[in-house]
């Protein structure tokens, strides 16, 4: 069973790349240095903080898909994150709404095309060109 500080680091450092903010991701760096001499004495004990480093050292994928939850377009795209093994990926389904955007703005610069739903996939600061077709979607996710 892991831990609470772990989880609350995991879930620091998602929040911190879902909502683009320095300070959560440096208060989860805090605690890797409150706990590293604890952890280091038996790793295998403290797997899901280990999982929380790997998830702060490990390139993931940010992947933005634009477009209304309950269209099938969406549907196929956010069934196919799933059906890969993608731990460090972040993902967002913004559909507009206001409250996404006050948490992050930068997502209102992603817009659907062809009224379509998009996806945006980023990975080490690099950024693919917006793709609405399913098949160059499961080609990025998985390259």
């Known amino acids: 069973m892991p831990s609470g500080n772990s989880v609350a680091t995991l879930n620091m450092l998602r929040l911190a790349r879902l909502s683009a903010s320095s300070e959560l991701e440096k208060q989860a760096y805090g605690q890797f240095e409150v706990f590293a001499s604890k952890v280091k004495t038996i790793e295998s004990a403290h797997a899901y903080f280990m999982t929380a480093l790997l998830y702060s050292i490990v390139p993931g994928k940010d992947i933005i898909i634009v477009g209304e939850k309950q269209s099938n ?31 992050n703005p930068e997502l209102i610069a992603h817009k659907s095309l062809e009224g379509k739903s998009t996806a945006y996939i980023c990975e080490n600061f690099t950024c693919k060109e917006p793709v609405n077709d399913l098949q160059k979607f499961i080609e990025y996710i998985k390259g």
């Open 73 to 103: 377009d969406t549907k196929a795209m956010i069934k196919e994150i799933n059906s890969n093994y993608l731990p460090f990926a972040t993902v967002v389904i913004n559909t507009g709404e206001d409250k996404l955007n006050a948490i």
